[in-house]
């Protein structure tokens, strides 16, 4: 009992950190979708980026649920702080787009780059991927 207690503890910033992510991100998707802030580009995306399976979106909201509810359990056992980050940035911005697409069955993305949009979580997913594999990199060589 009280190993859990402090792994929770050890971990607790990291949900914190997640949390504030995908709170943020949600708002700011709102404040899109309502058209109360315009941001050039914005879409509503029921698909995965570049609305691959758009006409499933039900299939996306599961999968992108179940690797979301994975990424929340598995944080308090992932070694190392570089690579808890790591995590933590892709839990927050799996969350704010998971949340999303299992309320509207789509997800707003406003920042154009390219021939693609985004938003925040799905910057926060890329970074923490880059981060976790760049310190799986190092910890290995």
Request: charged share 30%; proline share 0%; aromatic share 0%.
């Given at each position: 009992m009280d190993s859990c207690l402090k792994l929770l503890r050890k971990s607790l910033p990291y949900y914190v950190l997640s949390a504030a992510i995908?709170?943020?991100?949600?708002?700011?998707?709102?404040?899109?979708?309502?058209d109360r802030v315009h941001f050039k580009g914005t879409i509503r995306n029921s698909g995965f980026a570049g609305s691959r399976m758009e006409a499933k979106p039900e299939r996306v909201a599961f999968i992108s649920a179940l690797s979301t509810g994975m990424l929340f359990c598995l944080l308090p056992f992932i070694k190392g702080k570089i690579r808890r980050l790591g995590y933590a940035l892709m839990l927050g911005g799996g969350m704010s787009n998971t949340i999303e697409r299992l309320r509207k069955r789509y997800v707003v993305d406003y920042i154009p780059l390219g021939k693609y949009v985004y938003n925040i979580g799905d910057f926060s997913i890329f970074a923490g991927a880059g981060i976790t594999t760049a310190a799986l990199i190092k910890r290995e060589s």
């Open positions: 995908a709170g943020a991100d949600l708002v700011i998707k709102s404040m899109a979708d309502r």
